[in-house]
C-alpha cells in the first residue's frame, strides 16, 4: 500500500526557486516510476514530471527548462526542483506512482501548497 508524505512547499516570488520533498513507504514505491503532479485553483490535477526506477525523467513542456526530479532510492525519497518559479506554477504539489493511468489512482496525498506571487 503506497504512502507518501509531501513537503518544501511555500510561498516564493516570481523568478524565485523551491524544492519539494516526496517520502514514500514501502517497495511499490521503491521498484515503481514517481510523478509529481499539481492541481491549481479551480483546475483539474496534472502531471508535471517523473522519473523512473534507472533515473530516466520526463517533463510537462511548461517546466521542462525549469524544474528537474531526482530521487533517492535509499531514502524513498523524490525531489522536485522548482527554479524560474511563475504565478502560473501556483497549485498544490502532489506525488504519487507514475504507472499506467495516473488519473484513476484513488490515493493521494496531502500535497503540498507552492504560491508564486509578488
Known amino acids: 500500500q503506497l504512502h507518501v508524505v509531501e513537503s518544501g512547499g511555500g510561498v516564493a516570488l516570481p523568478g524565485g526557486s523551491l524544492r519539494l520533498s516526496c517520502v514514500g513507504s514501502?517497495?511499490?514505491?521503491?521498484?515503481?516510476?514517481i510523478g509529481w503532479y499539481r492541481q491549481a485553483p479551480g483546475q483539474q490535477r496534472e502531471w508535471v514530471a517523473s522519473?523512473?526506477?534507472?533515473?530516466?525523467?520526463a517533463y510537462e513542456d511548461s517546466v521542462k527548462d525549469r524544474f528537474r526530479i531526482t530521487r533517492d532510492n535509499a531514502k524513498n525519497q523524490v525531489y522536485l526542483q522548482m527554479n524560474n518559479l511563475q504565478p502560473e506554477d501556483t497549485a498544490v504539489y502532489y506525488c504519487?506512482?507514475?504507472?499506467?493511468?495516473?488519473?484513476?489512482?484513488?490515493?493521494w496525498g496531502q500535497g503540498t501548497q507552492v504560491t508564486v506571487s509578488s
Open positions: 514501502g517497495s511499490i514505491f521503491t521498484y515503481n516510476a
Open positions: 504519487n506512482l507514475a504507472q499506467g493511468d495516473w488519473s484513476s489512482y484513488t490515493y
Open positions: 522519473i523512473n526506477v534507472g533515473g530516466n525523467t
